[in-house]
């Protein structure tokens, strides 16, 4: 892993498609060319998993699947399954910027059912495999997505008793009755997995690493707590004791509500951490890097009464600190982790990063902006260490454009005497504030695809603890240019952050 290196951040949704959202198609295979001309070595996005309510890709309904919404439809034409005139007449939505989800939802399983039904699937060999592989978690994963989908979407723990509870007779009747509904999400995550194989391939031909991301929690209406209840603090009738979230801080009086339900520590530990080891396992399988949001959460959770309004009431419990990590070092051995260690951080939060060896996060915004409840020192660029990774902004932050219109006249100008920098345009800002990050000691450093564009607020991917505006944004093909490529490979450059493989492969091809 290089020492000193550059990354872009950019969904997978965002990028440009024929159909409403981004996925693995052609797109996704010349944006990896086009990072790789603009000198960078990581590609950082957000979790990959089937989203749910509110379309968040931290909300999803297994930790283990993929989101049938990236696959490739171009993909499925090539191979027969589908044709272009069935892709097309499918109404994607009309605003080219921006994913509209209930349109996605409406297009896409129909052809994706489409597909599975022409394909075959059941004498594909590489399929069986696959399914063999992966039936600790995919079986329960597509029983669980099936029979909600026979009960019109509700939550599980609106389903009848018997199934809710997992009762054998009723297992084994939905097993029979929904057989091919189960194949059908089989299929879909064999297509997810297959196509992304090829493309993460693909990248680190190029030399581009994927940097992936975990939430450190599942969501409650998943597979993952309807197959295991045991492993959260859930009540005999499976419903939540506590629930997860964040206190009040300087960006929100009440707190975050997240609502997913809590681990029970103590019967992971029981188990050696198995849960654990194997979703690290399994995402280490689909990324280079590891990013674990909300890392802080090991050392110590927020917990809140179920049923809370607000995280007003919300209180501290420990987590498993190290023990968690030594366990997965023991079985696993070293992995390449980002800490997400951002928020309100303790001496013992330090304490368990240092102590894990991963880099943290270093946010330039928080620097500057007194309604961060953290150490504003900790995030000035000359502070970083060089085992960090230094971000202009993350997917829950404001664009930067959008965050310098608003914080107040005084961090303006507390910001720009940092920089030395009086002069530069607002328009043109960020250029001189993601330089200042660029050539900060971190040895990555990973900037939102939005502040290259110096976009604002409009684009921005996600505003915590709201629902119906997030996660939309898209980028146009022509945003994607050579004149950006070429300035990012400059700045790239310039602070030592290159990534020369293929510098190095032409060479050697000239001595051959």
């Given at each position: 892993m290089s020492e000193r290196a550059a990354g872009i951040l950019m969904p997978i949704s965002s990028l440009p498609s024929e159909y409403g959202i981004g996925c693995f198609s052609k797109s996704a295979y010349e944006f990896v060319d086009w990072l790789k001309k603009a000198g960078q070595s990581y590609w950082q996005i957000l979790p990959l998993g089937p989203t749910s309510y509110g379309d968040s890709p931290y909300q999803s309904f297994s930790t283990f699947a993929g989101n049938p919404y990236f696959i490739s439809l171009e993909a499925l034409v090539?191979?027969?399954?589908?044709?272009?005139?069935?892709?097309?007449?499918?109404?994607?939505?009309?605003?080219?910027?921006?994913?509209?989800?209930?349109?996605?939802?409406?297009?896409?399983?129909?052809?994706?059912?489409?597909?599975?039904?022409?394909?075959n699937v059941h004498e594909n060999?590489?399929?069986?495999?696959?399914?063999?592989?992966?039936?600790?978690?995919?079986?329960?994963?597509?029983?669980?997505?099936?029979?909600k989908d026979r009960f019109d979407g509700v939550e599980w723990k609106l389903w009848a008793d018997d199934i809710k509870l997992?009762?054998?007779p009723a297992m084994d009747y939905y097993r029979e009755e929904l057989y091919f509904d189960i194949e059908f999400h089989q299929y879909m995550q064999f297509k997810f997995y297959e196509q992304w194989m090829q493309l993460k391939t693909y990248a680190n031909k190029k030399g581009i690493q994927i940097i992936g991301d975990i939430p450190i929690y599942v969501a409650m209406d998943s597979a993952d707590t309807w197959a295991h209840p045991e492993l959260f603090q859930l009540d005999e009738e499976n419903v939540p004791?506590?629930?997860?979230?964040?206190?009040?801080?300087?960006?929100?009086?009440?707190?975050?509500?997240?609502?997913?339900?809590?681990?029970?520590?103590?019967?992971?530990?029981?188990?050696g951490y198995q849960?654990?080891?194997?979703?690290?396992?399994?995402?280490?399988?689909?990324?280079?890097?590891?990013?674990?949001?909300?890392?802080?959460?090991?050392?110590?959770?927020?917990?809140i009464p179920y049923g809370a309004e607000t995280a007003v009431d919300g209180h501290w419990e420990k987590g498993p600190g190290m023990d968690l990590f030594w366990k997965v070092r023991e079985t696993l051995g070293e992995k390449p982790v980002i800490a997400?260690?951002?928020?309100?951080?303790?001496?013992?939060?330090?304490?368990?990063?240092?102590?894990?060896?991963?880099?943290?996060?270093?946010?330039?915004?928080?620097?500057?902006?007194?309604?961060?409840?953290?150490?504003?020192?900790?995030?000035l660029p000359h502070n970083y260490p060089v085992n960090s990774v230094a971000y202009?902004?993350?997917?829950?932050?404001?664009?930067?454009?959008?965050?310098?219109?608003?914080?107040?006249?005084?961090?303006?100008?507390?910001?720009?005497?940092?920089?030395?920098?009086?002069?530069?345009?607002?328009?043109?800002?960020?250029?001189?504030?993601?330089?200042?990050?660029?050539?900060?000691?971190?040895?990555?450093c990973v900037i939102p695809m939005q502040d290259y564009l110096g976009l604002d607020n409009k684009c921005r991917m996600n505003t915590p603890s709201t629902v119906g505006t997030n996660w939309k944004w898209r980028i146009r093909k022509n945003q994607l240019s050579v004149k950006l490529q070429k300035e990012i490979y400059a700045v790239t450059l310039r602070y030592g952050r290159m990534n020369w493989m293929e510098e190095v492969e032409e060479a050697a091809d000239r001595e051959e």
């Open positions: 090539e191979e027969g399954v589908l044709t272009k005139a069935e892709c097309e007449v499918v109404d994607w939505g009309k605003v080219k910027g921006s994913i509209d989800y209930k349109k996605i939802y409406e297009g896409r399983y129909p052809l994706l059912r489409k597909a599975y039904e022409r394909s060999a590489e399929y069986q495999k696959f399914v063999e592989e992966n039936s600790w978690w995919l079986s329960d994963y597509a029983l669980f997505m099936a029979v997992r009762w054998g004791v506590a629930v997860a979230g964040c206190p009040p801080d300087g960006f929100s009086a009440t707190g975050q509500l997240w609502g997913n339900p809590l681990y029970r520590w103590g019967y992971h530990k029981e188990t849960w654990w080891i194997s979703r690290l396992a399994y995402v280490f399988r689909l990324y280079d890097v590891v990013r674990i949001d909300h890392f802080r959460g090991f050392d110590e959770y927020f917990s997400e260690d951002l928020g309100y951080v303790t001496d013992s939060v330090r304490e368990l990063v240092r102590d894990s060896g991963f880099p943290g996060m270093k946010v330039l915004e928080f620097a500057f902006d007194s309604r961060d409840s953290g150490c504003a020192n900790d995030y202009t902004g993350t997917h829950d932050n404001e664009t930067l454009a959008g965050w310098w219109g608003s914080i107040s006249k005084d961090e303006q100008k507390l910001t720009r005497e940092y920089l030395c920098d009086t002069y530069t345009p607002e328009a043109e800002l960020n250029k001189p504030l993601i330089s200042l990050i660029m050539r900060s000691a971190a040895k990555w």
